[in-house]
């Protein structure tokens, strides 16, 4: 299966410097995130940026009825630019994430995430990403961006 790539931009109206203050915390993905994808951060990270090689543990239910370990690794950051996010356990055969952030004007920013993934099992994993597996991300993205509204009020 080649990998997939989703592309979703979401406008914050904040600053730029709040927008990364509030997204470069590994915790509040868990505000971002659908209830039923039931979204646990296992690793303590609570009130720490994140950093180059910061390791964060979740356990999730991408799926109903199947619950995963998954670890990623931020891999690179550029303070204000962008931060990458890498799988190194977990559900997928690739998950590459990269989070993008521009100030749009001085309370605005365009924050724009690019994610290439690939689902396991290879043949099996092509069948079911194209049954669910991209369904479910694109729905978790847009939920996301659902959250996002509600945290951040115009």
Do not use: C
């Amino acid at each position: 299966m080649t990998p997939r790539r989703l592309e979703s931009v979401t406008t914050v109206p904040r600053s730029l410097a709040e927008t990364w203050d509030f997204f470069s915390r590994p915790e509040n993905l868990e505000k971002l995130t659908p209830p039923e994808v039931k979204f646990e951060i296992v690793s303590p990270v609570a009130g720490r940026e994140m950093y180059e090689g910061m390791i964060v543990q979740y356990r999730v239910t991408p799926f109903p009825g199947f619950t995963a370990d998954w670890v990623t690794e931020i891999t690179h950051i550029r303070h204000h630019e962008h931060f990458i996010d890498d799988q190194r356990v977990g559900p997928f055969a690739l998950w590459h994430h990269q989070h993008h952030f521009r100030a749009v004007t001085a309370g605005e920013t365009e924050m724009r995430d690019i994610l290439h993934y690939q689902a396991p099992l290879r043949f099996l994993g092509t069948i079911a990403d194209k049954l669910f597996v991209h369904r479910q991300v694109k729905k978790i993205f847009s939920e996301r961006e659902k959250a996002i509204r509600q945290l951040f009020p115009a």
